[in-house]
């Protein structure tokens, strides 16, 4: 990591503020701001500015899913959260700086972006964009269906919430608050007051849901610092609370001077219910992360696995990648089926959760890519000693760089892994047509399993273990998982080489350092007999003596100073024979050794 991006930790903090760039949730505009426990107060007591943004009727007809929230809170308690949120417009966190701005307030709480889908039979689905909270409203309340005809499939991709988009949406389909609660904030550990903290979910009750989490890791790449910095002011400009953080890899030796690689924690959503207004059609709605429009996607960004079109093809696929990560998920959802022909072939379930999960899958690949290089850089630093140390804090940088990797790919694995145990079968379970009564219900082989068939009821028998229709991606995420295991053990393992290769370092320059004191003290004891005969003579007030007193000291005084030096040698455990080979020698403390005569 080039010194260039190492944090200034030197400069003063004013007391009671917290420096802006600690945190994923000390996130507002500007250096400093005010403790945010000041602001909205702890877990344990509400501060007095919470008055300040409450809304008084929360049985108006305007907001009833904000007032069926305010009614769960007090059993649900993390819900107080998710309705604090709502009626800010944004996290809490932003209030000081957002109630002095009303036009402000009011951009946030009516941000509307979402893209409607609706898969009628034998036709193709088409891809209706939303950009105002009033045209959702109006498409909701225009959705119908024909009891002749069978109940269409309907999708909503929503980047970013706001108060109007969790109003709409969870009023019309009964959501569970829960669904919106999970993907305003992220945060890997929570301190010990706030207010953000989430307790784990029962797995019994996750298996329930009909919804499902994904959490995962996009990279970005900046030309610049300034352009990093851009990115993360815009990150401001979003509802959820999210933070592009650099990743203090930068590699001096390649990398181009200035450039950063920012690392942002993703969350993605995905709700699979009926639509009971309309024929219990199916209806899935999948929350997605804002992009920064600053930088580059890291590479070539993700992979296409759209099958590769023959030399005799007349149309192209207009898939246009990386534009960002709510319009390639769309694209991809609209592209659906990949690797079937879409005509004469049934559109089931699978479209809502498929294309997303696909694309989590390929942006987890370029990451592990990334990682792996970032650790092969270091490694090749150890193989060229020489290079290796040519800069004076070479090592220490290498240390720090790994200390990146040690904190966040234990997260990474994390990651895989709840994708693996809890959602993918979650998909499977909410896409899956519903399954055909058992007259002969399966009991749990153990009541402890929780991987056994459960049981619903007397009557339905539901495998919540199954990832039917998923078969193909669980390869590719035991595959990262496989990689993440990897990369974690080569972690480790240059964690220990390159805190041997410090341990090295500093012997090698106590060791010059002590070669360097025995040097000084061999002088200061050369001069210490000339100090003395010179103090001697120094007694004799005649001037015109002088001339012979010359003489007479280096006479007396060279002699007495060999005496001295050859007296200091024996005690040091020199010999008064050094060219005797039968003699011992002692060199040094590293890499010496004692010869002793033979018997």
Known sequence: MSTDYEMDDNKPVKRGTIHGLWSAKHIPDGTDFPDPYEVIGDVYERSQAADEWEILDPKSKSLPYLAHIKSLSTSWRTLRQLADWMQVGTTPLRWREIKEDPEERQRRVNKTNVTFIEYQPASKPKAIPIKTHSALRETLQSLSHERMKEAPQRLFIVEDLSQQVVELLGERFDIDPLFFREQIEDYVWYNTRDQCAMPPSLVSNMKRRQWFRMRSIRLRYHKTKQEFENSRQEANQWNVL????????????????????????TRTMVWIGKDKKCGNGTVGIVLLDPTVSQGQPLWYDRSNWLPMPKINTTVYPSIKSSVSWFEDIVQMTTAFPWFEQTEGHEINAQVLAKPTIYTICAEWLVVCDYVKARLSQIEWELEMPRLFRSKGDAIDTSLRRLHTWRRQIPVFREMITETLEHALPAAARLTTPSPRPSTT??????????????????????NFDSVEGFEDIVPDFRRVLAAVNVLQERVDRLTSIVTSEISIEDSRRGLEENHNMARITWLAT?????????GLYSMNESVSALRTTYGWYFLTAVPFTLIVM?????????????????????IGMIGGRDKKKTK
């Open 441 to 462: 219900p399966s009991a749990p082989s153990s009541p402890l399993s929780y991987t056994a068939r459960s049981v619903l009821s007397d009557e339905v028998v539901i």
């Open 242 to 265: 999210r933070r592009p953080d650099n990743d203090e890899n930068h590699w001096h030796y390649q990398d181009s001077e200035g450039s950063v690689v920012s690392i942002i924690r």
């Open 526 to 534: 050369i001069f210490i007999p000339l100090t003395f005969i010179s």
């Open 566 to 586: 050859t007296i200091g040698w024996v005690a040091g455990g020199g010999s008064l024979t050094p060219w005797r080979k039968d003699s011992t020698t002692q």
